[in-house]
């Protein structure tokens, strides 16, 4: 037990040294739902931004290279040289004559505030003066206009073999809460509105892989992008977002709070991570993650943060004289309303007798000396999880596992091989059994995503062939339970 103990702890440390540092915060605001995207939005449609892109048709420079800081300023001093952020704006007003876009989109806008709000107040519905509606509607959207540019990489190896790197750039028309007033209140003023400008800055640029770990990246450096909503209810637990933002049971959300920092700068803090557990038109719900921390109230800001839903696990593993390690995969594959989930559960497991040198001598055969068995188990296996107060999950689970268990001993090995001729050949036991663990898993947030779980249970060992007849006989021999209770502890991440 205390090599068990030690093994625990050693696995501990080295995790602890691979926890997440703390990030600078960015600032998530729910008002603007609509942004508008020239270049390549196809990018954004294809990693899961649909429901915010409103595409602007214009012409603007490819990027043809791997994207870098100082090329990224150089496109954006371009950009900004070639008037593509006055072109943006033009098109959302029109050439600055009108405001009939800048209408279209503000009313989309205030119907999802209202859905938020749980109100049925139309503010364009009921005549509200403009002056009213410039400062909640129209500045929104002239402050989120994004350029995206995207670059492919190919490459042809020795054999042939073409592979494709995707990279991206994405660059932000500068427009503050100020200036965008002054956009709007120089329509229909041709001499004014000419004077105005609009410089193209640099924001998020990188390699694109998955949809999953894109979205995220762009999410983080660009939160005007982030598909986002507002907290709606705590118990049950609603979002305003639902198949309208491309939400599926499952997802991620990271649910923040507003705050300020002594500059009077506003930035965002995540509170609590929740789960999607059902998913409506123009809503969600959803069930809260361990370890969720602050107070969370009506109006805090959701953020869509999509994850792989599956866990990697390293334990060490203990049964009464057998210890050894276990890599675990963990899947959520399932999400029920009542805040069940679901797990697809996979684990390699490798372990031996705390006397692995001893000398076993079978009974029914004095001729021959086997060194103690190790143990290797592959299995599969299912759970259902459920957080409890908030702080700690708790699994019932069962694994199905198929166990091989060799005694090797090096005279015995080289009898197999002919080496060392005997009468019987030196055959060298090869066990094999029907592994069967049933325990309860209980697992504590530590920095999200690792997790420390604790495991306990029993196992049932059913040997298959005479092999394991040795096998059992050498565990007796030493004390070494194959059926029995069983402590796992680690971290999964």
């Not at 908030?390 to 005694?407: N, R």
Request: glycine share 8%; proline share 4%; aromatic share 10%.
């Amino acid at each position: 037990m205390n090599r068990f103990l030690k093994v625990a702890f050693c696995c501990l440390l080295a995790s602890l040294a691979v926890l997440p540092a703390q990030a600078a915060k960015p600032f998530y605001d729910s008002k603007s739902w609509i942004v508008n995207v020239a270049g390549d939005p196809s990018f954004l449609i294809s990693n899961g931004f649909e429901s915010k892109v409103n595409p602007v048709a214009l012409q603007v420079p490819h990027l043809n290279q791997k994207p870098t800081a100082a090329l990224c300023r150089e496109i954006a001093a371009d950009l900004t040289q070639r008037g593509i952020g006055k072109k943006m704006i033009d098109a959302l007003t029109g050439n600055g004559k009108n405001d009939a876009v800048l209408r279209r989109l503000a009313l989309a806008n205030a119907q999802r505030q209202d859905v938020e709000l749980g109100t049925s107040t139309m503010r364009f519905e009921s005549g509200d003066a403009l002056d009213n509606l410039l400062a909640d509607d129209y500045l929104p959207i002239l402050m989120h206009n994004y350029i995206v540019l995207t670059y492919t990489q190919t490459k042809t190896d020795s054999k042939g073999k073409v592979s494709y790197k995707d990279y991206y750039a994405i660059f932000h028309v500068d427009i503050n809460a100020e200036e965008a007033f002054d956009i709007v209140s120089s329509i229909s003023d041709p001499s004014r509105y000419s004077r105005l400008k609009y410089p193209v800055s640099v924001c998020a640029f990188g390699e694109a892989s998955t949809p999953e770990k894109t979205e995220k990246k762009i999410a983080k450096s660009v939160p005007g992008l982030a598909v986002r909503g507002v907290l709606l209810k705590r118990n049950p637990a609603r979002i305003s977002i639902g198949k309208n933002a491309g939400l599926k049971k499952g997802d991620l959300v990271s649910i923040y709070s507003q705050r300020v920092d002594k500059n009077g700068n506003y930035y965002s803090k995540r509170i609590s991570r929740a789960r999607v557990c059902g998913v409506w038109d123009n809503e969600a719900q959803v069930n809260f993650e361990a370890n969720t921390a602050g107070n969370r109230k009506n109006g805090d800001v959701v953020v869509r943060t999509p994850d792989s839903k599956s866990r990697v696990g390293l334990m060490a593993t203990y049964t009464p004289h057998v210890w050894g390690g276990q890599i675990l995969l963990d899947t959520k594959s399932g999400f029920a309303r009542s805040g069940i989930v679901h797990h697809f559960l996979m684990d390699f497991a490798f372990s031996m007798t705390d006397k692995p040198g001893t000398k076993f001598i079978r009974l029914d055969d004095l001729s021959h000396e086997y060194k103690a068995p190790m143990f290797f188990n592959f299995g599969m296996g299912y759970g259902l999880s459920k957080t409890f107060v908030g702080f700690f999950d708790v699994m019932p689970f069962f694994l199905v596992q198929y166990e091989l268990a060799p005694m090797i001993d090096f005279d015995s090995l080289k009898d197999s091989l002919g080496e060392n001729p005997s009468d019987d050949g030196g055959k060298m036991p090869l066990g094999s059994a029907v592994r069967i663990p049933l325990g309860l898993r209980f697992s504590f947030n530590m920095g999200y995503p690792v997790r420390l779980a604790l495991e306990a249970g029993y196992a049932f060992n059913f040997g298959i062939g005479d092999d394991y007849k040795i096998v059992k006989q050498a565990c007796d021999y030493l004390g070494a339970k194959r059926n029995g209770a069983f402590i796992n502890l680690g971290l999964t991440f």
